[in-house]
């Protein structure tokens, strides 16, 4: 890469590939995937990292978005150390990294990581922020005025529920989802338990088109307002 600090990099450890997307004020961005093989959690992700070169230059700005099922939601303004042991009350064997991240909503995510990857990141990339994935779902609902449900389908297998009401944040959760129907199941199962309209509340769906739209086909006949959206800021639209 050519000039690398006048770029910056947003760079999505996923659960099974690397998402990067490099941005310049002037010039067209890049994206990318990397596979991230089966095995050793922390030494398949230190190898993809390696394997893309693009990712190891000093950029202007570099944000980190890890994927990860092991979370709690707390309070944003509670100390680090009493989110960890929220949620090591909350899961059970928590031997991995314990990392923060906050919300525009005021909660923020309490989440694990493999043991080891926390100083990886440091010492490859120049002091990045490290968030949740989920945070971007729910950063981006707080910004959506019409919208109360976001679903995000990561491809056929994982999806994220970002649920509102009354501008408060109800629910956010992630699921993995073994089979077809998984994906309608949890998200009938997140809007009942918050209480969301079918006829009255919008429901947007983002990230992988296929997937998006097998759902949306589903949700269609629970729904009245329910939109795929292909707007989504990266890595969303993953």
């Known amino acids: 890469m050519r000039n690398p600090e006048e770029w910056s990099l947003t760079l999505l450890i996923?659960?099974?590939?690397?998402?990067?997307?490099?941005?310049h004020d002037s010039l067209?961005?890049?994206?990318?995937?990397?596979?991230?093989?089966?095995?050793?959690?922390?030494?398949?992700?230190?190898?993809?990292?390696?394997?893309?070169?693009?990712?190891?230059?000093?950029?202007?700005?570099?944000?980190?978005?890890?994927?990860?099922?092991?979370f709690a939601l707390t309070p944003a303004e509670l100390p680090a150390s009493l989110r960890g042991k929220i949620l090591r009350a909350t899961l059970s064997a928590v031997n991995g990294d314990v990392l923060t991240s906050d919300t525009a909503w005021g909660v923020g995510f309490v989440f694990e990581v493999p043991r080891g990857l926390r100083s990886f990141i440091e010492r490859t990339f120049v002091m990045p922020p490290v968030e949740h994935h989920l945070q971007v779902v729910v950063d981006y609902l707080h910004g959506l005025e019409t919208t109360t449900v976001v679903l995000h389908c990561g491809g056929d297998k994982w999806l994220d529920v970002a649920i509102k009401r009354e501008g408060t944040l109800q629910l956010a959760n992630t699921y993995y989802c073994a089979a077809p129907d998984d994906a309608l199941f949890y998200t009938l199962q997140a809007c009942k338990a918050t209480g969301v309209d079918a006829l009255t509340h919008r429901v947007l769906l983002?990230?992988?088109?296929?997937?998006?739209?097998?759902?949306?086909?589903?949700?269609?006949?629970?729904?009245k307002d329910i939109e795929v959206g292909h707007e989504a800021p990266f890595p969303l639209n993953q």
Request: proline share 3%; hydrophobic share 40%.
């Open 28 to 70: 067209e961005a890049i994206a990318g995937t990397t596979p991230i093989a089966t095995g050793d959690r922390l030494a398949a992700i230190e190898n993809a990292v390696y394997d893309t070169p693009q990712l190891l230059d000093d950029y202007r700005a570099t944000r980190i978005i890890v994927a990860n099922a092991r």
């Open 206 to 223: 983002v990230g992988d088109d296929e997937a998006c739209e097998n759902l949306r086909r589903r949700l269609a006949d629970y729904f």
């Open 14 to 23: 996923g659960h099974d590939a690397l998402h990067y997307r490099l941005e």
